[in-house]
């Protein structure tokens, strides 16, 4: 991959109607700040396809037969490693909050505002650099303490009277 593509979010959307995946591809395309890994029609195929890419962001639908949103966002959660960062997008709002209680970072409803979609792709970018952050200084930290742990003073200064 280039540092272009490496750069970008990478992500996978997963609806059951192919317009609707269409129109989001488009929408994320045209901000210039995501590269889509592929798509997916059903929550097996979204599970699968997730463990295999491994993509940053799964922008995933609710209703869905079979398998819904929140069954893959459960199996992708139990499945252990790092999981995607999950943003629901549905024509529905009534599932907002249980949306959230299965860690969604955003929740964007359609038909998709261009405007919506790229403010979502803005916060994706700004999590991304935080959690980049945060693993940073708990590598630094723990760098640190390795260090700490292998430095035995030489000497150790001590006050005699005063």
Do not use: C, H
């Amino acid at each position: 991959m280039s540092n272009s593509q490496l750069a970008k979010l990478q992500v996978l959307m997963v609806d059951d109607e192919a317009p609707a995946r269409s129109e989001l591809r488009y929408l994320l395309e045209k901000t210039g700040k995501v590269a889509v890994m592929g798509e997916a029609a059903t929550g097996t195929e979204a599970t699968l396809l997730a463990l295999t890419l491994r993509p940053e962001v799964l922008f995933l639908d609710i209703k869905m037969p079979g398998q819904d949103g929140f069954d893959v966002a459960e199996a992708l959660l139990a499945a252990g490693g790092q999981p995607p960062l999950f943003v629901f997008a549905t024509a529905f709002d009534s599932y907002a909050l249980r949306a959230f209680e299965v860690s969604a970072v955003d929740y964007i409803l359609k038909p998709f505002q261009e405007e919506r979609v790229t403010q979502s792709v803005d916060w994706l970018l700004a999590l991304r650099a935080g959690l980049r952050q945060v693993e940073l200084a708990a590598n630094l930290q723990a760098f640190l303490e390795k260090v700490k742990e292998k430095q035995e003073p030489a000497r150790v200064p001590v006050d005699i009277n005063g």
